[in-house]
Structures are given as C-alpha cells and as structure tokens.
C-alpha cells in the first residue's frame, strides 16, 4: 500500500513539475517585450488606417507558420506587428490560419484589452491553426464550435464557428473561419477530391447557422482557391471558388468601397475570401496590400466592413 502511494506521489509530482514547466515555456514565448516595431512602421500603419464604414468589421488572416520547412520566420517580431495592425484597425471578428504555437503565444498573451479566442487550444498534443478571435467589447459570443474535416490534417484544415450579437444593436451574425486542402503537384485528383469534400461540408455548416439562428453568415478563410481568370493556373483550382460563389457573395466585389495598398490591387486573384450568405451591406472591402506588411506574412490581411 505505501509503496502504491509513493508511485502517485511520484506521478503527481512529475505531473505538477511538467505543468509548471509547460506554463513556464509558454509564458516564454509570449513575451515580446523586447521586440521592437521598425522605424516608421506604426506613423505609416495609423496614417492608413480608417474606421469602420459599417457595424461590424471581419477580418482574415493567414499569419504564416515560423516553421522553416514552410518558408516562416519567427512569429515573435511578426506577432508585434500583427498586434499593432489589430489595435490601429479594431476588427470585432478575426479569422486566423497558420496559427502554431508560438503564433498563439506571442498573440495569446499580448492581445489587446477586450480580444479573446474562441476555442483555442489544442487537438491532442497539436494546436488548432485555424482559429478565430473576436472584441468582447464589442460583441457578445452567443455560441460557438470547432470540428476538423473529414480529409485533411485537422490542425489545419477545420472549421471553427461563432455565433455573434452586437452589444450595440442587438443584431446577430455568425462568423466561419476555415482553411482548405490545397493542390500539390502529383496529387492533383486526390487532392481536388478532399477539396470538394472540404467544401461541401463547410457549406453544410453555413448552410445549417443561417437556418437555426437565422442571420447573416460570414465565411471568412484561406481556401486555396482562387478566382477564374486567364492567368489562373490549374493549381488555383477555379472550379472550388466558382462553387462557392454560386452560393455565397463573395464580398470582395459585393463592396460599396475598395481599398488596398499598393503593392496589389484589391481585385487581383486571391486565396484568401469573406464571403457571406444573407442580407447584409457590405460598406467596404480592404486588402492591406501596403510594403511595410509584406514580411509579416505571405498573405495580405483582407477585411470587410458590414451593416447588418
């Protein structure tokens, strides 16, 4: 019997001294204290910025993993600019992807005043990179979930969703955010499979808010589709984007307002769409094409104003 106690006292030890340690590491690579914003870079950032044209302002954004292998640099010194972005521009509803480990914690620990996550820990040992945030000032969660696709890695390619109301007016909206599979030289027909088994059931899912909590449904999310134009290639998978448009407005050319920087222009093909199902008005559209953002990610944030 004593010798049973001593074994849980050792396992409760060790289990309280890797909590410590796991808490410790994460604190660690949440502080940016030390990182400093470039010269310029926040007079440029709030010399572009705008209000809100609408009631709500949503957001997307692939931060791009600090994963080598992946073409990533640190998140430390990019999670300070993308932090300086979120307080200059005041999205109420954001929808990251790409969002690993040390993104979460440099973002995590440093979000400003009033900005949670919606379900952001981890799928078993791995972090959900698909993952939103929303201004708790500004809005009130109503209800809100996760589930991974059915083909595809489910730290990546999965769905999360929010059900919103606006302190301010009462309305209601639902938020999407998802990143789907994309077409890898070799794989062309399995992966074009997932991808229309990606879409059907995100559609499923809008399809399914926009009945029971009867409200606008904003999709936002890194598709890895893009528009039908002749410079798209076969890897940008046109005929997914063009599904989706069928059935969803894509808010991009729904917009009263285009507004990008100029390193692209707001109408160019793009992987990354807002799209919405209902009635809602889309004041602006914005790509934040601008130099001063372009080593933060390989994708541009894109974001729409909306009255509902």
């Known amino acids: 019997m004593r010798k049973i106690s001593k074994i849980i006292l050792v396992f409760g030890f060790m289990f309280c001294a890797a909590v410590i340690a796991l808490a410790y590491v994460y604190n660690d690579k949440g502080n940016i204290s030390e990182v400093q914003l470039p010269q310029n870079f926040e007079s440029s950032l709030y010399d572009d910025a705008f209000e809100n044209t609408g009631e709500i302002r949503i957001m997307s954004s692939n931060l791009l993993v600090d994963y080598k292998s992946w073409g990533g640099t ?133 399809e399914e808010l926009s009945k029971r909590f009867d409200c606008p449904v904003f999709s936002a999310g890194d598709y890895n589709t893009a528009e039908d134009t002749p410079y798209t290639k076969e890897a940008d998978i046109p005929e997914i984007y063009n599904s989706l448009a069928e059935k969803l407005v894509d808010t991009k050319f729904a917009g009263k307002n285009q507004v990008c920087g100029p390193e692209r222009g707001w109408n160019s093909m793009s992987y990354d769409h807002i799209f919405m199902k209902g009635n809602a008005e889309i004041n602006s559209f914005c790509l934040m094409s601008y130099d001063y953002l372009t080593d933060m990610s390989d994708h541009y944030t894109i974001f729409a104003d909306v009255t509902l």
């Not at 979120?86 to 969002?99: H, T």
């Not at 999407?176 to 062309?188: A, I, K, S, V, W």
Request: aromatic share 12%.
């Open 74 to 206: 640190p998140a430390k010194p990019r999670a300070m600019k993308y932090l300086a972005l979120l307080d200059a521009y005041k999205p109420d509803v954001i929808g990251v992807q790409e969002f690993c480990e040390n993104w979460y914690c440099a973002v995590n620990h440093n979000l400003p005043d009033g900005y949670k996550l919606v379900n952001p820990l981890a799928t078993g040992l791995f972090f959900r990179m698909t993952a939103m945030i929303y201004n708790s000032d500004t809005l009130k969660l109503i209800e809100s979930s996760s589930f991974s696709y059915e083909m595809g890695d489910p730290r990546l390619r999965r769905v999360v969703w929010a059900v919103f109301e606006d302190k301010e007016t009462g309305k209601r909206f639902a938020v999407t955010n998802t990143h789907l599979d994309l077409l890898r030289e070799g794989q062309y027909e399995e992966l074009t499979n997932v991808m229309r088994s990606q879409r059907d059931e995100l559609l499923n899912c809008i």
